[in-house]
DNA sequence: CGGCTGACGACCT
DNA sequence: GAGGTCGCCAGCC
């Protein structure tokens, strides 16, 4: 489905708070499964913010150590960090820690398994 | 204002 | 599966 402004509004912008939104979303992926960007983005009502949600967890200070980043993957199933930066390492490390697989390739083993469905909210 | 740049995504070869 | 193209949104020259 091609991207088009009425799959998300006109008027929606990135505005004020943006990020804190974003972190709230992220936190709510259990531990062993994975979102996508993309998917954080339509959960906010925004499908086409997708890169923004990225740097919105660039942006994120180490110390939040309550924002699970790491869970975030790209719409291919894989980890977006470069297999040789320091993060996309320790991505890699803390997935696996929660008995994800990761493949060299960055691809995450049975993705469409533990890709994490939002609930349906009212 | 134009051009470039992303932790992106859908499509097409 | 592996690339390349184009669309999208902000931020930054």
Same mark, same amino acid.
């Given at each position: 489905m091609p991207y088009s402004p009425e799959h998300h509004g006109p008027h929606r912008i990135v505005g004020p708070g943006f990020f804190?939104?974003?972190f709230e979303v992220v936190a709510?992926?259990?531990?062993?499964?994975v979102?996508?960007? /993309?998917? %954080?983005?339509a959960e906010l009502g925004m499908r086409s913010i997708a890169r923004k949600v990225g740097h919105a967890l660039a942006g994120l200070h180490p110390d939040r150590t309550d924002v699970p980043w790491h869970r975030v993957i790209n719409s291919? /199933?894989? %980890?977006?960090?470069?297999a040789d930066s320091s993060s996309g390492q320790?991505?890699?490390q803390l997935l696996i820690r929660e008995d994800v697989e990761v493949a060299t390739s960055g691809r995450i083993r049975d993705f469409d398994s533990r890709r994490y469905t939002y609930?349906?909210?009212p």
């Open positions: 804190e939104q974003v709510r992926v259990p531990k062993g499964h979102t996508t960007y /993309g998917d %954080v983005a291919q /199933g894989k %980890v977006s960090r470069p320790l991505q890699r609930p349906k909210r």
